[in-house]
């Protein structure tokens, strides 16, 4: 059978839409082709709309997705060419071997995550992302088989007359059942959780007689915890995958790169509250606070509420003791046993809640604490607390609804708790609302140093730079090692231009917190005169988090301020894989592009920057000038011959480009071109 100029060979796979073939080109290379919706008559509105989804697909340019080489229409045929992979599906590996281990799966979570970065950043939501639509090459995850169906606009009812449902009902996001407004990138979040929830378990999420069974289950039903699947399962990686199958998709992670920067915070387990090194702690030390200051009242209110002397008074003594002590295991130990000798007693299960929460067990804390809700409706501890582990997870509205309920109890923290609620609505962009919260901690405790520390992050984001100051600036005087208070105001410094202040607060915050990454980069940011001093600063950085695309992207910028085009080149190409959505290192990859005479490419660079919303004013007009400049000189066909990166190098001095703005980079190297295009 011949489609086009490719001869079919063998059927591969067939699905509800279409079938997958093998094949050979006009070359004699071996590819695969799919044949999607066969038609009984000509359909020009449907091939324009399969024609503009498919040149979107060809245009990624990712490792970990299946590359499509062309596409076209045969006899009312619409078929797509790609290549041809060997390696089995991630289901078949499962089928083989088994869950896998907790390190393999995370990687391929990592690597799925950047590739579905690379294409929500080109607007393309895969909609059908399941293990059997995952190939490995080696040991390297590939997406293949985005849907297309919904895109093309085909009416729902139409393709499940038959049963055809458009994606796998096991691992549909509930706004893909229900058929519920937009589904976006939200969607392929929520199904790289059930395939990582699949690769640990062996198990979907759903499982049912039916589809529809299923889809009642997706839509209404919480899914089991994986743990139950397999015990011992880390507890951080659980909260991750759970996050991802929230029901409301604005409980999810909000996008792919931010899932995969919390996959790649998931490894050996580490204290409650303790950062990974280089990296931001995903429970902020302020939450730790509030939650063993929680966890010290609920050991004394279950000492109250034991009946007296006996073993297990005796037990929760030994608990409220241990925790004190720091020694989270023993306090979990003694407070289990006398759970074990009185299971009634709520403040009992409210104290082992806010013990499994110290240890960042955040799902287990919930069912404690939910079990002694349900032996004390009014223990507003328990609420306190179970609200401080829903603001780990991500359930924001559940923490703030449990907050309110803790304020109206009269509980006994009152700053805790308002201190907690703002770190809700600041995760929420409500920064006002936050503000008000931090007073109101700061109310009750006008030296509480967590709830400064977040006014003044507050005031920063609201623009509010003196507020912001003053507040880092009573953190400094009331907790004079609180590195975190010297790097933020370091950080404001440096952008009030106030560079020799900056330094001062980013070294004294080296100082205390020397693997700190965000004040690495800040610091070398402070070095934008001295070039060879930033590249050092940000190299730390990236040693220290080998994945941060903020460290790289700058790294790379510094590179080629001080001419290493090939170095700034490879820095800027890594920072956009980890980041694709990057308008600085877009602008600046089309920079050196352009330097090195591949001029085509640096327009589309251009042109993918200036897509971008981070640019404005000034700096958009300045892209936008230089970008049509160098589309009506390639129009006119007169390029210039020859690599000038080697006499460009000469002239890029950290004097020419002194600063790290995109815009300034490009009217330098305008000027440069223009005094020696050759």
Not at 119 to 133: M, Q, T, W, Y
Not at 303 to 321: D, T
Not at 527 to 536: L, Q
Not at 594 to 612: I, P, T, V
Request: contains cysteine; charged residues 25%; glycine residues 8%.
């Amino acid at each position: 059978m011949q489609i086009g100029a490719y001869r079919l060979e063998a059927e591969l796979a067939r699905g509800g839409m279409g079938v997958v073939y093998r094949g050979r080109g006009p070359d004699g290379e071996a590819v695969a082709l799919k044949l999607l919706l066969e038609q009984s008559f000509p359909d020009p509105e449907l091939e324009r709309r399969f024609g503009r989804e498919a040149r979107a697909l060809e245009a990624l340019n990712h490792p970990g997705i299946l590359r499509v080489r062309t596409h076209g229409v045969d006899r009312g045929r619409l078929f797509m060419v790609m290549d041809l992979l060997s390696g089995p599906t991630l289901a078949e590996v499962v089928e083989a071997e088994g869950p896998l281990p907790e390190a393999r799966a995370v990687e391929l979570g990592r690597q799925l995550a950047a590739a579905l970065a690379h294409a929500h950043s080109r607007g393309i939501v895969h909609r059908d992302l399941k293990p059997e639509n995952v190939i490995l090459e080696g040991e390297a995850p590939v997406l293949v088989d985005f849907g297309l169906v919904r895109q093309l606009g085909f009416d729902a009812s139409r393709l499940t007359e038959t049963g055809t449902i458009l994606g796998s009902p096991n691992y549909m996001a509930p706004e893909q059942t229900l058929g519920e407004g937009e589904v976006g990138p939200a969607a392929d979040v929520y199904a790289l959780g059930a395939t990582l929830y699949f690769l640990l378990t062996g198990k979907p999420p759903f499982e049912g007689a039916s589809v529809l069974a299923v889809l009642s289950q997706v839509a209404g039903q919480a899914p089991t915890p994986p743990s139950a699947h397999r015990p011992g399962l880390d507890p951080t990686l659980e909260a991750l995958v759970l996050r991802c199958l929230e029901k409301a998709p604005e409980q999810r992670y909000p996008s792919a790169v931010v899932l995969g920067a919390a996959l790649d915070g998931v490894g050996d387990p580490l204290p409650a509250g303790a950062a990974r090194p280089g990296r931001r702690s995903s429970a902020p030390l302020l939450l730790f606070a509030v939650s063993l200051a929680l966890a010290l009242g609920a050991a004394l209110a279950a000492l109250l509420a034991s009946p007296g002397p006996g073993r297990a008074s005796e037990l929760l003594s030994a608990a409220k003791a241990e925790l004190e002590a720091g020694r989270y295991a023993e306090a979990l130990a003694a407070c289990e046993e006398a759970i074990r000798l009185e299971p009634e007693v709520a403040r009992a299960h409210a104290l082992r809640g806010s013990i499994r929460a110290l240890r960042s067990e955040h799902i287990a804390a919930i069912a404690d604490l939910d079990r002694a809700l349900e032996l004390d409706p009014a223990l507003a501890n328990a609420y306190a607390q179970r609200a401080v582990s829903e603001l780990n997870l991500g359930r924001l509205s559940e923490a703030i609804a449990d907050c309110d309920r803790a304020l109206e109890l009269g509980v006994q923290t009152p700053a805790d708790v308002y201190l907690c609620r703002g770190a809700c609505k600041e995760r929420l962009a409500r920064y006002e609302d936050a503000l008000a919260d931090y007073d109101q901690a700061l109310g009750h405790d006008p030296d509480f140093v967590p709830a400064l520390l977040s006014r003044g992050v507050c005031h920063s984001r609201l623009g509010h730079e003196a507020e912001a100051e003053a507040s880092y600036t009573a953190v400094i005087e009331r907790a004079p090692d609180a590195a975190r208070a010297w790097s933020n105001r370091g950080k404001l410094r440096l952008n009030q231009g106030r560079r020799a202040e900056a330094i001062q607060d980013l070294e004294r915050a080296l100082e205390l917190a020397p693997d700190d990454v965000e004040t690495l980069i800040s610091r070398g940011l402070c070095s934008e005169e001295d070039s060879e001093t930033a590249i050092r600063y940000f190299t730390l950085a990236i040693e220290l988090d080998p994945r941060s695309a903020t460290a790289i992207v700058y790294r790379g910028v510094a590179q080629l301020k001080v001419g290493r085009l090939g170095e700034g080149l490879t820095d800027l190409e890594r920072g956009l894989e980890l980041d694709p959505g990057n308008a600085l290192a877009r602008l600046n990859r089309g920079n050196a592009l352009r330097a090195m005479g591949r001029e085509e490419e640096a327009l589309a660079d251009y042109d993918a920057g200036l897509a971008s919303d981070e640019l404005r004013g000034q700096t958009r007009a300045t892209v936008q000038g230089v970008r049509d400049r160098l589309a009506a000189k390639l129009a006119g066909g007169n390029a210039p011959a020859g690599d000038p990166s080697a006499a460009l190098a000469e002239r890029t001095t950290p004097r020419e480009l002194p600063r790290w703005d995109a815009a300034q980079r490009i009217e330098a190297l305008d000027r440069a071109l223009a005094r020696d295009p050759d």
